[in-house]
């Protein structure tokens, strides 16, 4: 039986659009002999899914089966397509798209470039689970050398509840909401990625580690972080007053943090002459 879902025209339309953006070089095939219409052939997505011609020639048509799920991830891999293409994809097809394997850990060349151009403002890429994947050279004023650390190391999460329990930061109201933000992110990627093992095992990790984050793991508290004022007492420094502002990057589902101090305070100051001796 034919599924209700399917929407034929939608998925043709979506198909023949798909093809004509890419070209060849992109999907490892040469550019060969000028073509008369931009993008693939249809043969060659075809090719490229391990489908038959014919078949793909029917759904372009608007006239073919109900495409398997098998089908419809082995076309999104042949026309690249991306996270929400390929869950628009599924869905006109009448199908539940596939969950998620895990958080995105590709840092792109213009997360990277801006990371560097903030040269007064410290900032850092973290994925879904706060896996630190890249920062700016004010940064590692706060985080230190994070170069010479092992990749499984740098988790800010997994730095925080490893600070004893003792730590004065425990009574600061401030850091305590900024903890339970944290958390609550992370629950709420937990339940974006259950097949992604490292996101799996930083949970069980902290479980059977941290009494604090096993409290605060049992209130079930869902949500993305929110900004908040941070006041550090850096010990080279000094005393720093700054907004820790959390911006998410959707196509990614990565956060860059970025300290933002009041325009003409002590602290903006300080990040001034800081990039000063950095880029000197």
């Avoid at 419809?72 to 994809?89: F, I, V």
Wanted: charged share 25%.
């Amino acid at each position: 039986m034919m599924s209700s879902g399917l929407r034929r025209h939608e998925l043709a339309a979506f198909l023949r659009t798909r093809r004509a953006r890419l070209r060849p070089a992109e999907v490892g095939l040469p550019e060969g002999e000028r073509r008369r219409t931009p993008g693939l052939r249809r043969q060659e997505v075809a090719q490229l899914a391990g489908m038959s011609i014919d078949y793909y020639i029917r759904l372009e048509q608007g006239r073919g089966p109900h495409p398997s799920r098998q089908v419809l991830a082995s076309m999104a891999r042949a026309l690249l397509l991306s996270r929400d293409e390929r869950e628009y994809l599924f869905r006109i097809a009448g199908e539940n798209p596939p969950p998620v394997g895990g958080p995105s850990r590709e840092v792109t060349p213009g997360l990277r470039h801006l990371l560097d151009a903030m040269t007064e403002t410290p900032a850092y890429l973290v994925d879904a689970a706060y896996q630190v994947l890249a920062w700016n050279r004010l940064a590692t004023y706060f985080m230190g050398d994070l170069a010479a650390v092992p990749d499984a190391d740098r988790n800010m999460i997994r730095w925080t509840f490893r600070q004893p329990v003792t730590s004065a930061r425990w009574t600061d109201a401030e850091v305590i909401r900024f903890v339970r933000s944290t958390v609550a992110d992370l629950r709420a990627a937990y339940g974006r990625y259950p097949a992604d093992p490292a996101v799996r095992e930083l949970v069980t990790e902290l479980l059977g580690t941290s009494p604090r984050f096993a409290q605060l793991w049992a209130e079930h508290d869902v949500e993305e972080r929110r900004p908040i004022v941070k006041r550090v007492p850096h010990p080279e420094l000094g005393p720093l007053e700054f907004e820790c502002r959390v911006l998410h990057v959707p196509e990614t589902d990565q956060r860059m943090i970025v300290y933002v101090p009041e325009p003409g305070a002590p602290t903006q100051a300080v990040f001034r002459r800081l990039a000063e001796r950095v880029g000197s």
